[in-house]
């Protein structure tokens, strides 16, 4: 499984952006995606994650602005941030699972910034 992250830029604080993973290669049955981000100097850390049927689980400093959904028969993963703080600037990483294994994207950069 190849996944593509795009969407990244730019954005003034108080902006919104809406990242995509699209995956590709060979996939039958993708369970659990999420995204995962790792600003300057800091540990990569986890954002959100989405099952297959669409439960959501949230990092709580970021519930109520970011917001995760997938598209299974496009096999693409999303992220609508809004509200965007300075703190928000990271490389954004998503993920894939699929028959126990871990796959990763090459990650977007989003810098939020005036």
């Known amino acids: 499984v190849q996944l593509q992250a795009s969407g990244g830029g730019l954005v003034q604080p108080g902006g919104s952006l809406r990242l995509s993973c699209a995956a590709s290669g060979t996939i039958f049955s993708i369970s659990t995606m999420g995204w995962y981000r790792q600003a300057p100097g800091k540990q990569r850390e986890w954002v959100a994650t989405?099952?297959?049927?669409?439960?959501?689980n949230y990092a709580a400093s970021l519930k109520g602005r970011f917001t995760i959904s997938r598209d299974n028969a496009k096999n693409t993963l999303y992220l609508q941030m809004n509200a965007l703080e300075p703190e928000d600037t990271a490389v954004y990483y998503c993920?894939?699972?699929?028959?126990?294994?871990?796959?990763w994207g090459q990650g977007t950069q989003v810098t939020v910034s005036s």
């Open positions: 989405i099952s297959r049927s669409g439960i959501t």
């Open positions: 993920t894939a699972s699929q028959v126990a294994t871990q796959y």
